[in-house]
């Protein structure tokens, strides 16, 4: 249905001239009455249309981790308990706040390409030509409203998952329509190569929480009931790994000495962390991805720090120097070397790149 149509038999206006909504909409009791009187048809149509537009805002918050579902059981094919970690005490009851790391190990379902033609009829089979990847495309562009900003967005669906693409990068990118054969063919050689399970590392804040609900970030507000292999049942708050390292340092480290203290409060906040010889360490973003950049360092000392394991990067023309961080990087050992703890950090930095 059309909007001209439904103003026509409704003969409720809800935008403007310029396509806008209206500040004031009609009253939902009005709109509802004008809506029931249409023919069943239109109803049903209507009815669909706002059913699907609730499933696709739904999937995306559960997407993004904002879904409140209240209390949630935290399921997996195999859930460990990897650390714990006192992180206060409350000086009247002795009760101590937790934080547990978990990491979850999930069977990976993927669609078949036929299986994703059935289900998704509403959706065009594509290639991009860039990546040569397929994906199902949403036929046309739907209606996303943020805080009365009204973006256009196309849903992929890809055999790792989905997603929602503008659409002007849609427009701008290289997805072309293609034959069921292709899209096949491109779809299971991808599913194929696709591993079979996925492993998920998340903490959970534990034990007495309201004396620092107010410190706890609020990028993930998720409860979870959760039984670790071997364990005990618990429940608790969910925390990124960014949110962790956050209260890590505002618990745990006031005036970072060693290279772990240093190091956690580098994570936890955005403020510069002193290694010494006129050096520091900061948490900033990058390209959408966190890092640690040290700053502070002459150009004599960049040969010796390369060689301890640090990378850089010209950014705005100016060279930046980087710890590098992440699951298959010894960070500690590299920034042990840097402040001088660790094996071979006896030597000046800059003694290190002469060698």
């Known amino acids: 249905m059309s909007y001209k149509s439904f103003t026509d038999w409704t003969a ?3 935008i403007d001239k310029d396509g806008f909504l209206l500040e004031e909409l009609p009253p939902i009791q009005r709109f509802l009455n004008r809506v029931l009187a249409l023919p069943i048809h239109m109803q049903n149509a209507l009815f669909a249309e706002f059913m699907r537009r609730i499933a696709d805002q739904t999937e995306r918050a559960r997407a993004a981790g ?44 993927v669609l078949s390409a036929d299986e994703a033609l059935s289900r998704n009829p509403d959706k065009q089979p594509m290639v991009n030509r860039a990546s040569g990847r ?3 495309i949403s036929a046309r562009p739907m209606q996303m409203y943020d805080e ?50 996925t492993k998920t590392k998340l903490y959970l804040l534990i034990g007495l929480l309201l004396p620092i609900w107010k410190d706890i970030p609020t990028t993930n507000e998720r409860i979870y009931r959760v039984t670790p292999d071997g364990g005990t049942s618990m429940i608790g708050r969910t925390l990124s ?28 906040t ?24 040290l700053c502070g360092a002459d150009k004599g000392m960049i040969e010796g720090l390369k060689a301890m394991g640090c990378f850089t990067e010209i950014i705005a023309f100016q060279l930046r120097v980087f710890l590098p961080h992440g699951d298959d990087v010894d960070t500690l050992g590299i920034l042990s070397r840097i402040v001088g703890t660790g094996p071979g950090a006896t030597r000046d930095v800059t003694s290190v790149a002469a060698e």
């Open 12 to 14: 409720l206006r809800l």
């Open 66 to 109: 904002t879904l409140d579902l209240g209390v949630e059981t935290l399921r997996g094919e195999k859930i460990e308990q990897v650390s714990t970690e006192d992180l206060w005490t409350c000086p009247k009851s002795g009760a101590v706040t937790r934080i547990i790391g978990l990491e979850v190990t999930d069977p990976v379902h």
């Open 134 to 136: 397929a994906a199902l």
């Open 148 to 197: 009365d900003v009204v973006t256009l967005m196309r849903r992929a669906v890809r055999p790792n998952g989905s997603s929602y693409l503008e659409e002007t990068q849609f427009e701008a990118s290289a997805w072309e329509e293609m034959g069921r054969a292709e899209f096949i063919r491109l779809w299971d050689d991808e599913a194929a190569a696709l591993p079979k399970t």
């Open 241 to 268: 790994e960014e949110g962790a390292a956050a209260l890590r340092a505002r618990f745990l480290v006031s005036n970072p000495q060693t290279p772990e203290e240093m190091l956690t409060a580098a994570l936890g």
């Open 270 to 293: 955005t403020t510069q962390v002193d290694l010494g010889r006129g050096l520091t360490l900061t948490r900033r973003r990058v390209a959408g991805e966190v890092r640690l950049e």
